[in-house]
């Protein structure tokens, strides 16, 4: 079946420091990417997603691309910023199109 | 504002008690589910619906059960609430093209049961 493996973390950063946390999947066909973000207390909210190999996602200075040949989608930001403090979460919709296959989720901190 | 909603926020039952957590949306998305989450096991899927009257089991449904008998509502039923089911429960939905628009969350209930 389809599944996602990120790494697990925690992370803690300075402010401006570049980050990455990788992801890869496991998924039959062509599967839709997602990474999604959990602030403290607050639900999850879609950060950006991909739908076909080799398209890039971006938003709020973060990126992911679409990698089938190695089955991956890791985030980046070059410059984290305190507010960046939060958990992500990577995810993919596939062969079961009903259903998100999450990762474990990442807590990332980033120090002033 | 648009979005789901779920209620309450917050709950503490004890074992063998029941209750209901609410979700509603009003975006009309057809399809809505339910996921817990629990540490280093990200979210996982409980149910999910496909429309008013359809509805099947995730991943792991043992205990749960909904109905759906309107687009907006989809609530959630702790039968006997075990230990083994504190979590946080975040209802989700989304138009019918998943990698077009991705799912809407939210915000979470979050369960304790003593």
């Known amino acids: 079946g389809d599944s996602v493996t990120q790494m697990e973390g925690p992370v803690t950063l300075s402010e401006e420091a570049f980050l990455t946390i990788n992801c890869t999947y496991t998924?039959?066909?062509?599967?839709?990417l997602f990474w999604y973000v959990q602030y403290p207390g607050e639900g999850l909210q879609l950060l950006l997603k991909?739908?076909?190999?080799?398209d890039k996602g971006s938003n709020k200075g973060f990126e992911a691309t679409y990698r089938k040949e190695t089955t991956s989608f890791h985030l980046e930001k070059g410059s984290v910023q305190v507010s960046d403090s939060a958990v992500y979460f990577c995810?993919?919709?596939?062969?079961?199109?009903?259903?998100?296959?999450f990762g474990a989720g990442t807590t990332v901190t980033v120090r002033a | 504002n648009a979005g789901v909603t779920q209620t309450p926020k917050f709950q503490v039952l004890k074992t063998g008690q029941s209750m209901t957590l609410q979700c509603a949306q009003d975006?009309?998305?057809?399809?809505m589910s339910w996921y817990r989450q629990d540490p280093g096991m990200g979210l996982r899927l409980i149910h999910y619906?496909?429309?008013?009257?359809?509805?099947d089991q995730g991943e792991v449904p043992n205990g749960y059960n909904v109905s759906r008998s309107t687009t907006e509502d989809f609530p959630l039923r702790l039968l006997s609430a075990a230990p083994s089911q504190t979590s946080v429960y975040f209802c989700?939905?989304?138009?019918?093209?998943?990698?077009?628009?991705?799912?809407?969350f939210g915000s979470g209930t979050r369960l304790t049961v003593v």
């Open positions: 989700a939905s989304r138009a019918p093209a998943a990698g077009l628009y991705g799912y809407t």
């Open positions: 975006m009309n998305h057809e399809y």
């Open positions: 991909a739908t076909k190999a080799d």
């Open positions: 998924a039959t066909g062509y599967p839709s």
């Open positions: 995810a993919l919709s596939g062969s079961n199109d009903y259903k998100l296959s």
């Open positions: 619906s496909v429309g008013a009257g359809i509805t």
